[in-house]
């Protein structure tokens, strides 16, 4: 087992030696150490003999890792640093760029191997969209992704898994989902509001579906049938696949470009801390949601900005809010509106039907997500003669049901991401969308 050692001078060099002694004794064949840091036990200007080659990380310990890595090629980075030098974040980050490179980190009683990732298929661009946890606005800006691919004519194909997912992955085609489709899974027994089908409602695209259970450190899920979806995918010769993530976890391939999409209120120590910073190596573009509401300007909005524009440039750092548009006219009519957004949030929403779509709410729930109370609301609401909902959680086998029940129409709603600050987020788009091709091109050119 090639293996790279991250030291530190904290330890005296005669411990560090018998350490990769140890290492040795153990059946790792250590070809080179990086200090990584401290000088505590070390003369000034020393260069510790450790009977291997040793390089120094420099002011950027993170850059000398991955410089070892990609020129050495070692099988395993096993880290024989500690505290202070490599702290807790610290050390989470020099995971992350062992485990993007596909390398095993290994310490003293730990071991992160790097999450499975499946071939892309030859001659198709692959983006893949995910997020920092469950409802960031994933679906909203894949599905935005997928209408702008649509429009540059690369008959684009979502592939999305979540935990509600088919057993077997599913195909929507195209303008195939409607309201009494949706009933119908319902009266099956089936999840109705999973994510590919709310991707086919909103988009006007294929979209298919799949499943996946349990999510790692790295975004690993522990079982999915995605690796079925995207040969189903392939199959249809698209322009572009786009890979759409669940929750936390990341759709377990190789893609070709990457964008995270990271609600404003997300806490920045889950992208610069924990194994955050394997999913920001993993992207291309950040995209901040939900940027509308007081969040921005908070100290945890302001850092977590400014470390994904310190990680990935500003230029590849989108500010938007999500916008909720009815897929039809609703303008004059009454109406209740159901969500799975926060109660701040959800009040939003309602000012911007009524303000920008003409729509009389009459009431809401920000209970989509929880069955009993939103039945609870949706009982004891005031007449109305239209159900505007979220294709989410209980839309259809609760709210849904409901509305027909009572005779009311159900028109659905599409969060929209719109930039706050002028940005052309077609443009960003359109940009990452090139890249992956661009990258699929080389990627098929080196396999020939």
Same mark, same amino acid.
């Given at each position: ?70 020129? /050495? ?230 850092? /977590? ?47 911007? /039907? ?95």
């Amino acid at each position: 087992m090639r293996t790279l050692a991250l030291v530190d001078g904290e330890h005296y060099p005669p411990v560090t030696r018998w350490g990769l002694e140890v290492a040795r004794g153990r059946g790792y064949e250590v070809i080179a150490a990086v200090l990584v840091g401290g000088i505590e036990k070390l003369a000034a200007g020393e260069m510790p003999d450790l009977g291997v080659p040793v390089r120094t990380a420099g002011d950027d310990r993170f850059a000398a890792v991955a410089s070892a890595i990609d020129d /050495l090629a070692p099988d395993l980075v096993l880290d024989l640093s500690d505290e202070p030098v490599l702290g807790y974040r610290e050390r989470m980050a020099v995971a992350a760029v062992a485990l993007v490179r596909g390398v095993p980190y290994v310490g003293p009683d730990f071991r992160l191997d790097p999450p499975e990732r499946l071939a892309p298929p030859l001659g198709t661009p692959t983006l893949a969209v995910f997020g920092t946890g469950k409802r960031t606005g994933k679906t909203a800006v894949s599905g935005e992704v997928a209408r702008v691919a649509a429009r540059r004519g690369l008959s684009p194909i979502v592939v999305a898994m979540g935990r509600g997912g088919p057993p077997e992955p599913l195909v929507a085609e195209a303008g195939s989902v409607t309201l009494d489709t949706l009933l119908g899974l319902v009266r099956d027994g089936r999840h109705a509001a999973s994510d590919y089908l709310e991707d086919a409602l909103t988009t006007g695209v294929t979209t298919i579906g799949a499943r996946r259970a349990g999510g790692g450190l790295a975004g690993a899920p522990f079982a999915t049938n995605v690796s079925e979806a995207l040969l189903l995918a392939a199959a249809r010769d698209p322009g572009v696949v786009l890979l759409e993530g669940s929750g936390a976890s990341l759709p377990p391939v190789a893609w070709d470009a990457g964008v995270i999409v990271v609600p404003v209120t997300c806490p920045a120590e889950y992208v610069r801390g924990y194994l955050g910073p394997y999913r920001l190596l993993r992207a291309d573009l950040a995209v901040v949601t939900m940027a509308g509401g007081p969040g921005l300007g908070t100290e945890n909005g302001s850092a /977590l900005i400014a470390h994904l524009q310190g990680s990935l440039g500003d230029a590849r750092v989108v500010v938007t809010d999500l916008r909720p548009t009815p897929l039809r006219d609703v303008a004059g009519r009454r109406a209740f509106f159901a969500t799975t957004a926060p109660p701040a949030v959800a009040a939003r929403q309602v000012a911007h /039907l009524e303000a920008e779509h003409g729509a009389e709410i009459v009431g809401w729930s920000a209970r989509l997500g929880d069955r009993a109370r939103l039945a609870e609301d949706l009982d004891g609401a005031e007449e109305h003669e239209v159900l505007l909902t979220e294709l989410k959680a209980a839309a259809v086998d609760v709210a849904g049901v409901r509305a027909v029940a009572r005779g009311a129409d159900v028109v659905f709603v599409d969060n929209r991401p719109v930039p706050i600050d002028d940005g052309d987020l077609d443009a960003r788009f359109v940009e990452v969308l090139d890249l992956a091709a661009a990258r699929a091109t080389e990627r098929t050119a080196g396999a020939r």
